[in-house]
């Protein structure tokens, strides 16, 4: 029950965060792009994969806590499903290009920030 409300509570974390980022994503960059859920996307590829890496490699960081911030921050943080959505949106619109440069930037670029995190967390272990 205390990994559920850990989770629990990450999730509403993430899930607020992901609320501000858009907003502030909106207002400074503009609307006419999903700025805010690339944002996400991209900082939450990077941190699960520096937290993964901590927690479960290196055992630096508790279960509990790793879960906290991977399921339940990183899971409401995070949103793929909304960049289907709106990549979806962007095609049906007839944005194929706007459509096609948030497909190939998000994967591109969350693939390589999650293996960056992986590094980072390996850099961070390793003696010296």
Not at 14 to 33: D, I, M, P, Q
Not at 59 to 64: A, E, K, Q, W
């Amino acid at each position: 029950m205390e990994r559920a409300l850990l989770i629990t509570f990450g999730g509403a974390i993430g899930t607020l965060l992901r609320y501000l980022v858009s907003l502030l994503a909106a207002h400074w960059l503009g609307t006419e792009f999903p700025y805010g859920t690339l944002i996400v996307n991209v900082s939450g590829a990077f941190v699960i994969g520096l937290v993964q890496q901590l927690g479960t490699e290196a055992l630096l960081i508790p279960d509990n806590v790793r879960l906290f911030l991977t399921t339940g921050m990183m899971g409401g943080l995070t949103t793929y499903s909304t960049f289907s959505y709106e990549t979806v949106r962007l095609m049906e619109a007839g944005s194929w290009n706007q459509a096609w440069v948030n497909i190939l930037v998000t994967t591109v670029i969350c693939l390589s920030l999650c293996f960056l995190g992986m590094g980072v967390g390996r850099m961070l272990v390793t003696p010296r």
